[in-house]
């Protein structure tokens, strides 16, 4: 981010936030950095179900065609016109290269247009600013100072979570956790050696036929499985010299490659009726449980006792069940606090990054127009030797 001069004060701020990182086509207007206007989501599953998964070159033609009407209707819905934003913010990485490209050109063309400062904005990043982000009341909200600087809340809405905290990043490319002191300033204490969380779920269900996208499928057939049927081991990394790591090549492999050696005695017969929601859940116990072992490791190292998760993956119902059953158990240390964003925000969507760009026009920080795309962020994945 380079200093540009701008600020505007809270309670006028309106941002434009443009979603392209992947399959979803998504914008959406928020105001203040917390109230959303108005979030626009074009999916493309009926696109990529056939293949089950994502082709890149289908994602970045269906945004291509999709993205003016889609910002279009964004701004429509908020009631508001280009005159009325005071900032366009795009996802600028990680992602599939040809779909940010789409999301990010659009975005600085519009802002060039305009005379409006730009932002771009790390996808990630987003994704844990997406639960500081709710409707806007029926009655307007009063200005004020707020925590962190945000505005003065109204009655009946959520305090915003105080850093520092522990994130939990899971989607379909990354499994990360960190300590966030900022919305900008995290430090990555683990992530994924191999597949993500995410991308595990996909390839499992692709696998077996579950259906497409493999985490909601997988997560629907679980709930008439049983977790116990199949012991699925835990991955041991370099005996404890990496505690917040994961991996999950050795699960995949034990469910797709391996699975007998795994049946437990509560299972159902080979090939019978339920078999598949069985593999299910407990396929999802063990993705979950892998998850939450790093993640209670980082709870007891660092002292934190907040954790504050986003992603795809964050709208699974069994993470959600367990780290809202850990608040006050012995297992956590009886006093965590867990904070989810809404279902329709742990997805891609325009909301979360153009909440995260009203914070950084706040601290009168903009993106240069010579700022590209990149699929990688450096960090966000572990490489072994």
Not at 89 to 97: E, F, I
Not at 99 to 113: D, I, N, R, Y
Not at 135 to 144: E, I, K, N, R, S
Not at 202 to 228: C, E, H, M, R
Request: charged residues 20%; contains cysteine; aromatic residues 8%.
């Amino acid at each position: 981010m380079n200093p540009a001069g701008f600020f505007v004060a809270w309670g006028t701020m309106r941002v434009l936030g443009i979603e392209s990182s992947c399959d979803e086509c998504a914008a959406s207007v928020v105001e203040d950095g917390r109230w959303v206007l108005s979030n626009v989501v074009a999916t493309q599953i009926p696109f990529h179900a056939v293949f089950d998964g994502v082709v890149p070159e289908i994602a970045s033609r269906k945004h291509t065609e999709w993205i003016y009407g889609v910002v279009k209707e964004a701004l429509d819905r908020a009631g508001l016109g280009p005159a009325d934003l005071d900032g366009v913010a795009a996802v600028s990485r990680p992602g599939l290269l040809g779909s940010l490209l789409v999301g990010l050109s659009f975005a600085k063309g519009f802002a060039w247009a305009r005379g409006l400062p730009f932002i771009a904005v790390n996808h990630m990043l987003a994704h844990l600013y997406a639960s500081r982000l709710e409707d806007l009341p029926a009655l307007q909200h009063t200005q004020g100072s707020g925590p962190a600087g945000e505005p003065e809340i109204p009655a009946g809405a959520s305090p915003a979570p105080g850093y520092p905290f522990l994130g939990l990043l899971v989607s379909g490319g990354h499994s990360i956790i960190c300590r966030v002191d900022d919305f900008d300033d995290i430090t990555v204490l683990g992530a994924t050696i191999d597949d993500a969380v995410g991308e595990a779920f996909d390839k499992v269900s692709k696998f077996y036929g579950f259906g497409y996208p493999g985490g909601a499928a997988i997560d629907k057939l679980a709930q008439a499985g049983n977790p116990d049927a199949f012991r699925f081991p835990l991955p041991n990394l370099h005996k404890g010299q990496h505690p917040y790591d994961m991996s999950y090549s050795g699960l995949k492999t034990a469910v797709i490659n391996q699975l007998d050696r795994f049946r437990s005695r509560g299972g159902r017969a080979p090939g019978g009726n339920g078999e598949g929601a069985d593999i299910a859940a407990s396929f999802q116990k063990t993705a979950i449980e892998i998850l939450l072992r790093s993640l209670l490791r980082a709870v007891h190292d660092t002292g934190l006792n907040t954790i504050v998760a986003g992603g795809g993956v964050a709208a699974n119902s069994y993470l959600r069940a367990r780290l809202a059953g850990l608040g006050a158990s012995p297992e956590a240390g009886g006093s965590l606090r867990c904070v989810f964003p809404p279902a329709r925000l742990c997805g891609d969507n325009g909301a979360m990054v153009a909440g995260i760009g009203c914070r950084y026009l706040e601290r009168g920080e903009t993106s240069p127009f010579t700022v590209s795309a990149s699929a990688r962020v450096e960090g966000f994945k572990r490489k072994y030797p």
